[in-house]
């Protein structure tokens, strides 16, 4: 590949339009047997989201000292991750025995954020409600100054039914910061002591968000199209990997309530580097309507037999992937957002075979101008301007003597803090197993290549993955040092 050429390849992955989803085109999972010439995937398979895992949808505090149980269905936090007492009220003035209790499920919108209020210094906040009161009147606050200030719970509700793909909160404890107690593993601290006198413990609450997934299966993606054609050269093969690292936690065909509308899921923009090959990748992943029932087999019929036809939808992954030996990631995220919005525009799916033969063309009429027509930025021409529906900035990298990389130091500070950034060096440095990772897969190659930056002058020698597919985990126990 030519250095100074601006990008090497493009490809198009989805279910594709064409044969049955047979076994081989599935990944089995942990409850799915193996050892059957047809795959069984059991209800489990489907949802994704155990009970432990269904998001909070309602708060409550109980005041044990009026001798108040937990309302029927929610679940009591009682001790705290070192099995302390998880009482709120420490203060050891009024001590009344308060309890956070929450209850799951999937009968109202979610909670997606929780807090703290101290009353007469903050502003209830827009959409925020608060807990005043316990399910038998009594009052709910956490703790009361002499000046009747209180400290009270809020929480703000998910403003329609969440039901695709979107961050609520799934989990919630208190900490003993006195005790000795951290967050526990990716937990999100509120950063408001509940106990606000000068005695008692320090008491916290955390949080967690976790995707919530509607009713799906995983398969197998394909590379549908790639451009340039590898026909055109036979000396090269498409990186056969590349499904995995366009869906590194895996490509789904999902069920969908109808009115869920297509456009509210908004598409994914990620990008990862193929260390062996040195090319780095841009994608943009989204779903799209999938009407051919037919390909699913016989015993994947319980996704079809769950499907309420006139109120429900098959959507599957769909991904457009570039490779480029340079990592302009903001130029390569603005020409994929104008493919995907043809893509949009034309109703196109790749599992119609006619669509996709009738809207590739209009596709390449783009691909070819940004393939060949636009010229790598040069010290004549450091800027280069490029007008589609979202124009295009290639400005050519300053050369100050670093190797050139996908680097976000700005997302790195950002997301980690200087602590943690500081503590990753170290490690780096010690030739240690270090693991990153994040909910937003759009952040972990510019916070991982900035890591190895760090490195300089020296080079990172072992097992390198930016953006590690879940498929490839096993590499984890690999008895060397490794960034993931």
Partial sequence: MDDKRLVDHFALIGVGSTGPIE????????????????????????????????????????????????????????????????????????????????????????????????????????????????????????????????????????????????????????????????????????????????????????????????????????????????????????????????????????????????????????TFLLSHTKQYGACISFYELFNAYDRLLLTNNDLINRLDIDNDHLYASTCIVIFSRHPFFDTLRRFLFTIYQLIVSSGMTTSNNNQLIDHIPLIEQYLKHFFYHVPFPSPSKPRIFVEYDEPLLIVLPEDHGLPQNGASFVDLLKNLGTDNTLTLFLFALLESKVLVHSLRSSVLTGVVEAVNSMLFPFQWQCPYIPLCPLALSDVLSAPCPFII
Avoid at 93 to 119: A, Q, S, W
Avoid at 122 to 128: C, F, L, Q, S
Avoid at 133 to 159: D, M, Q, V
């Fill in 23 to 270: 076994r081989d085109e599935l990944i089995p999972t942990a409850s799915s047997p193996t050892t059957d010439t047809s795959i069984q995937l059991s209800p489990k398979t489907y949802d994704l989201t155990p009970q432990h895992q269904q998001p909070i949808v309602d708060l409550a505090i109980i005041d044990r000292t009026h001798g108040e149980d937990p309302p029927a269905g929610y679940e009591t936090i009682w001790t705290t991750p070192n099995n302390f007492s998880a009482n709120l009220n420490h203060s050891g003035l009024r001590n009344h025995e308060m309890y956070l209790c929450i209850r799951r499920g999937r009968d109202k919108p979610p909670i997606t954020d929780i807090g703290v209020l101290f009353e007469g210094r903050e502003k209830v906040m827009e959409n925020v409600s608060v807990i005043e009161t316990t399910p038998h009147g009594y009052p709910a606050s956490i703790f009361s100054s002499y000046n009747r200030e209180r400290t009270l719970i809020t929480y703000r509700r998910a403003a329609s039914m969440i039901l695709c793909n979107t961050l609520a909160v799934t989990d919630i404890c208190v900490i003993m910061e006195s005790r000795g107690e951290t967050p526990p593993h990716s937990f999100n601290k509120i950063n408001k002591n509940l106990n606000r006198s000068m005695f008692g413990s320090n008491i916290y609450l955390c949080y967690k968000k976790s995707v919530i997934y509607p009713i799906r299966i995983q398969y197998r993606p394909r590379i549908l199209y790639t451009f340039p054609p590898t026909d055109d050269n036979p000396y090269y093969t498409f990186p056969d990997k590349t499904p995995l690292f366009c869906f590194p936690m895996g490509a789904f065909i999902e069920r969908w309530p109808s009115k869920v509308a297509l456009q509210s899921v908004a598409p994914i923009f990620s």
